[in-house]
């Protein structure tokens, strides 16, 4: 399809209106049909990882648990050299990072109010829409922002057609997955 000029859309009918807007419907249904159909197979193949890798997942786990236990409990095999290599990578101890690890946030800074160690997190600043647009119809000028006077141009695909491209038949289902 060949680019859409300015001078294109200048001598543009209200019938050659409509085509156009037909036109961007059915591109933004293929668009959306093949969004659902990537999304559904995507989601299918993290479900099918998480099932084939849950039994290695649950067996490292318990292995870095009995590493790490072995390791604390004998320290003094790790005094020089404070690793040992092996083929398939190394174990030991190492100095700890006293970088601070937060598991979470919202729990840590709940704490900080509830106890009044305020210095402890910031507040962020965040604008109020309403006050500023009150202020803009007062006449106020505002740099860095407007609210838009008159007639904007706008269009908008019919939801019903985007669900119906959205929603996948069986059979493309497979041919996706594929």
Known sequence: ?????????????????????????????????????????????????????????????LRQDQLCDFILTHR????????????????????ASNKLQVANVDAVIQWAQDNGYTDLYEVTKTLVIDAVKRLIAAEQEIPGCSVPKGDLAFYKIAKSLLEEASAIPEDAETAAAQ
């Open 76 to 95: 003094e095999l790790f005094k020089k050299p404070r690793a040992i290599r092996t083929e398939f990578g190394e174990f030991g101890l190492r100095k």
């Open 1 to 61: 399809m060949a680019p859409i000029t300015l001078a294109d859309t200048r001598m543009m009918t209200l019938e050659g209106a409509k085509q156009c807007l037909e036109q961007i419907a059915h591109a933004e249904c293929r668009i959306a049909s093949k969004a659902a159909r990537y999304e559904k197979a995507i989601a299918k193949a993290k479900s099918r990882f998480e099932s084939e890798t849950a039994v290695d997942k649950a067996d490292i786990k």
